[in-house]
């Protein structure tokens, strides 16, 4: 599960860090000429390590970063304690070291966080009662079993607030799953309804004819007509099923490549402009730069042929279609404009709905498949439109390495 899913959630994020970040530089200030200048440099390095990665893990959210940050949060708060012995706020941060593993919520990171701290500081205990004895650390040794038995304490709370979060986590996704599953339910025969629908039209039609020739079987005026309408009929049935297939089928076999955008993107630009130069539209493509994203290629293709085309279709003759494709953050955007006449808000709220379509001769399954596969390589794709001023529609999908 990613733990950024938008900007706001980013940023949090970098104001929290740098708020931690200048502490940790502060309580490296503040421990100057305490120690010896190996110490001294030891805890510099603690500082920049653990800097280091809780800038960076962003970039990556994976779960090798966060068991790094969870170690290093360990060894360093472990550090601060026998760096500085006397200063008494070492020994409770040490107690808040599972509440890094919290944040990530992985079970597996929390209970090796709790059964790694509380094994280290039984030892510790261990050591200050039989041969620190108060030395360096007084405050823990005036009242020994006092403190263990208030860090066993803070453990367990610890626990029992993880066990709690975490159950309710998984009842609430329970629930989610439960209801995808019943609007799935839903939805399917929706979309049987609407298949039926659709293949019913043309088959009546044809129907129609054949007992027509049943009962009058040496009529022969518009005969061939007859046949030429059966045969579109049909064809409108057969691309019915074969767009309805296309969403449904399991792609099993189908390999992630490392698809190059600009190659991708400009190859399909080359093939359906000559599309657009039939209704004298110019097709105008912008790089900021070159991407390289996770996604197999002929899927890409067909999702950019898709809304190009439905473009080029709502747009004027001489209109101009703007492709520009950029960075946004850890994501690649492939944004598509047009100068047609646009949607409305209600429009734009049932575009992806099988079977909706704005055109006259469209199965309404173009742009359901679109939003399967951008969903499929954790990608997004919106619209923005306006009744009169066209349509921009914007496709993202994750930057090869970014996730």
């Given at each position: 599960?990613?733990?950024?899913?938008?900007?706001?959630?980013?940023?949090?994020?970098?104001?929290?860090?740098?708020?931690?970040?200048?502490?940790?530089?502060?309580?490296?200030?503040?421990?100057?000429?305490?120690?010896?200048?190996?110490?001294?440099?030891?805890?510099?390095?603690?500082?920049?390590?653990?800097?280091?990665s809780?800038?960076?893990?962003?970039?990556?959210?994976?779960?090798?970063?966060?068991?790094?940050?969870?170690?290093?949060t360990?060894?360093?708060?472990?550090?601060?304690?026998?760096?500085?012995?006397?200063?008494?706020?070492?020994?409770?941060?040490?107690?808040?070291?599972p509440?890094?593993?919290?944040?990530?919520?992985?079970?597996?990171?929390?209970?090796?966080?709790?059964?790694?701290?509380?094994?280290?500081?039984?030892?510790?205990?261990?050591?200050?009662?039989?041969?620190?004895?108060?030395?360096?650390?007084?405050?823990?040794?005036?009242?020994?079993?006092?403190?263990?038995?208030?860090?066993?304490?803070?453990?367990?709370?610890?626990?029992?607030?993880?066990?709690?979060?975490?159950?309710?986590?998984?009842?609430?996704?329970?629930?989610?799953?439960?209801?995808?599953?019943?609007?799935?339910?839903?939805?399917?025969?929706?979309?049987?309804?609407?298949?039926?629908?659709?293949?019913?039209?043309?088959?009546?039609?044809?129907?129609?004819?054949?007992?027509?020739?049943?009962?009058?079987?040496?009529?022969?005026?518009?005969?061939?007509?007859?046949?030429?309408?059966?045969?579109?009929?049909?064809?409108?049935?057969?691309?019915?099923?074969?767009?309805?297939?296309?969403?449904?089928?399991?792609?099993?076999?189908?390999?992630?490549?490392?698809?190059?955008?600009?190659?991708?993107?400009?190859?399909?630009?080359?093939?359906?402009?000559?599309?657009?130069?039939?209704n004298?539209?110019?097709?105008n493509?912008?790089?900021?730069?070159?991407?390289t994203?996770?996604?197999?290629?002929?899927?890409?293709?067909?999702?950019?042929?898709?809304?190009?085309?439905?473009?080029?279709?709502?747009?004027?003759?001489?209109?101009?279609?703007?492709?520009?494709?950029?960075?946004?953050n850890?994501?690649?955007?492939?944004?598509?404009?047009?100068?047609g006449?646009?949607?409305?808000?209600?429009?734009?709220?049932?575009?992806?709905?099988?079977?909706?379509?704005?055109k006259?001769?469209?199965?309404?399954?173009?742009?359901?498949?679109?939003?399967?596969?951008?969903?499929?390589?954790?990608?997004?794709?919106?619209?923005?439109?306006?009744?009169?001023?066209?349509?921009?529609?914007?496709?993202?999908?994750?930057?090869?390495?970014?996730?």
């Open positions: 599960m990613k733990d950024f899913n938008s900007k706001s959630d980013f940023k949090f994020y970098r104001i929290l860090i740098t708020i931690i970040i200048i502490i940790m530089f502060w309580g490296f200030i503040y421990g100057y000429g305490r120690n010896t200048f190996e110490e001294y440099m030891f805890h510099l390095t603690l500082v920049l390590s653990l800097t280091f809780l800038w960076t893990y962003p970039k990556s959210e994976s779960n090798l970063s966060k068991i790094i940050i969870v170690i290093e360990i060894i360093y708060f472990y550090s601060l304690l026998f760096l500085y012995p006397e200063i008494f706020s070492s020994f409770m941060l040490i107690s808040l070291i509440c890094v593993a919290i944040f990530f919520f992985i079970p597996n990171l929390f209970y090796f966080s709790i059964g790694i701290n509380i094994f280290i500081m039984t030892i510790f205990f261990i050591y200050v009662w039989v041969y620190d004895k108060g030395v360096y650390y007084s405050y823990i040794y005036t009242d020994i079993f006092g403190n263990y038995i208030n860090f066993l304490a803070s453990q367990a709370v610890f626990y029992l607030i993880f066990y709690l979060t975490y159950t309710r986590i998984l009842n609430q996704q329970y629930y989610y799953e439960q209801n995808q599953l019943a609007e799935r339910v839903k939805s399917s025969g929706q979309i049987a309804a609407a298949v039926a629908h659709e293949i019913r039209n043309p088959i009546t039609v044809v129907k129609g004819f054949i007992q027509l020739y049943q009962e009058n079987q040496k009529s022969t005026h518009g005969t061939h007509e007859h046949f030429s309408l059966m045969l579109e009929q049909l064809q409108i049935a057969e691309t019915v099923i074969s767009d309805f297939l296309e969403i449904s089928r399991p792609k099993e076999n189908i390999k992630n490549q490392s698809v190059n955008i600009k190659e991708a993107t400009q190859s399909v630009v080359d093939l359906i402009n000559s599309y657009a130069l039939l004298n539209i110019t097709l493509l912008i790089f900021e730069d070159n991407y994203i996770n996604c197999n290629l002929i899927e890409f293709k067909q999702l950019l042929i898709n809304l190009i085309k439905n473009a080029i279709e709502a747009s004027p003759i001489g209109g101009l279609i703007t492709l520009n494709v950029k960075q946004n850890n994501y690649m955007e492939i944004v598509i404009i047009d100068s006449n646009g949607m409305t808000d209600e429009e734009l709220k049932s575009l992806g709905t099988p079977f909706y379509s704005l006259s001769k469209g199965t309404g399954l173009g742009l359901t498949i679109c939003y399967n596969i951008v969903h499929k390589y954790n990608g997004s794709i919106d619209f923005k439109s306006k009744k009169g001023n066209g349509t921009v529609a914007t496709v993202r999908f994750p930057i090869k390495g970014s996730t």
